[in-house]
């Protein structure tokens, strides 16, 4: 018997994961989504039905064998005339699975054909939101807490600092599960994994812009965080931090 579990569910998973947020980043547009959700639904069914075979054949077979019970002129032709009606397992099993494995295929091409631009749209979202909260510290004017805020009238600037936090959360969310799921470049071995696949600057630990919220976040802005385009971008990146030749 071949259960949900049995089916091969990773590229399903990533499927369900990123496609809502490459329709968010308009690398997947809304009739396109609506397609990939069709055939996911089209690949549920198929898992769920192949499950459910089983309990469904024993069922009828229990039906047919009660109406068999209660004839008179049974025989044996009647018994293989009712069993060969009957669907064989193994056949459920093979047309579910391929029709899983055809719905998936097609909604993968159909939801990642623009995956491609992945890490270019990302990298394009960090260099904005830096730019907009480069603009916004003027304005802030050393404002770094709520009250501070509320006693200098500077409470619209600090939200909208607030919810530039939350974007830059959201895209280096967005980024470890494209990694994830391979939409974009990643390590070939655990020993390449550094920050250097996430900001285009080294940490400067003699430098410090402060432990708190505005200060936690200036870091994080003042080293620039990117997606690399390519692996030998993030092995570049990395070896010129070795080198110095990225200034911190």
């Known amino acids: 018997m071949i259960s949900p579990q049995g089916f091969p569910g990773r590229d399903k998973n990533?499927?369900?994961?990123?496609?809502?947020?490459?329709n968010h980043l308009?690398?997947?547009?809304?009739?396109?989504?609506?397609?990939?959700?069709?055939?996911?639904?089209?690949?549920?069914?198929?898992?769920?039905t192949a499950y459910d075979a089983t309990a469904v054949t024993l069922a009828n077979a229990k039906t047919v064998a009660a109406k068999l019970a209660s004839d008179s002129k049974l025989d044996a032709t009647k018994i293989l005339t009712a069993a060969t009606n009957q669907p064989a397992q193994n056949a459920v099993d093979a047309i579910c699975l391929a029709l899983y494995e055809s719905s998936v295929t097609e909604a993968r091409n159909i939801a990642f054909a623009n995956a491609g631009k992945l890490a270019a749209t990302l990298t394009a979202k960090f260099d904005?939101?830096?730019?907009?909260?480069?603009?916004?510290?003027?304005?802030?004017?050393?404002?770094?807490?709520?009250?501070?805020?509320?006693?200098?009238?500077?409470?619209?600037?600090?939200?909208?600092?607030?919810e530039l936090v939350d974007v830059c959360d959201d895209l280096r969310a967005?980024?470890?599960?494209?990694?994830?799921?391979?939409?974009?470049?990643?390590?070939?071995?655990?020993?390449?994994?550094?920050?250097?696949?996430?900001?285009?600057?080294?940490?400067?630990?003699?430098?410090?812009?402060?432990?708190?919220?505005?200060?936690?976040?200036?870091?994080?802005?003042?080293?620039?965080?990117?997606?690399?385009?390519?692996?030998?971008?993030?092995?570049?990146t990395a070896e010129a931090w070795t080198k110095g030749l990225v200034s911190a």
Do not use: C
């Open 14 to 22: 990533a499927i369900e994961q990123m496609a809502p947020i490459l």
């Open 26 to 48: 308009n690398l997947l547009d809304d009739d396109s989504f609506e397609q990939v959700q069709t055939l996911i639904e089209r690949a549920e069914l198929a898992s769920h």
């Open 128 to 162: 904005q939101l830096r730019a907009e909260f480069d603009a916004l510290v003027p304005e802030l004017k050393g404002v770094r807490s709520d009250r501070q805020a509320i006693d200098s009238g500077k409470i619209a600037g600090w939200k909208r600092f607030r």
């Open 174 to 236: 967005i980024a470890k599960l494209a990694r994830a799921n391979t939409l974009v470049a990643t390590v070939r071995t655990p020993g390449e994994w550094g920050e250097h696949w996430e900001f285009r600057h080294a940490k400067d630990r003699m430098q410090t812009l402060g432990s708190d919220e505005f200060g936690v976040f200036a870091e994080i802005m003042r080293r620039e965080p990117y997606v690399p385009a390519s692996r030998d971008e993030a092995l570049a």
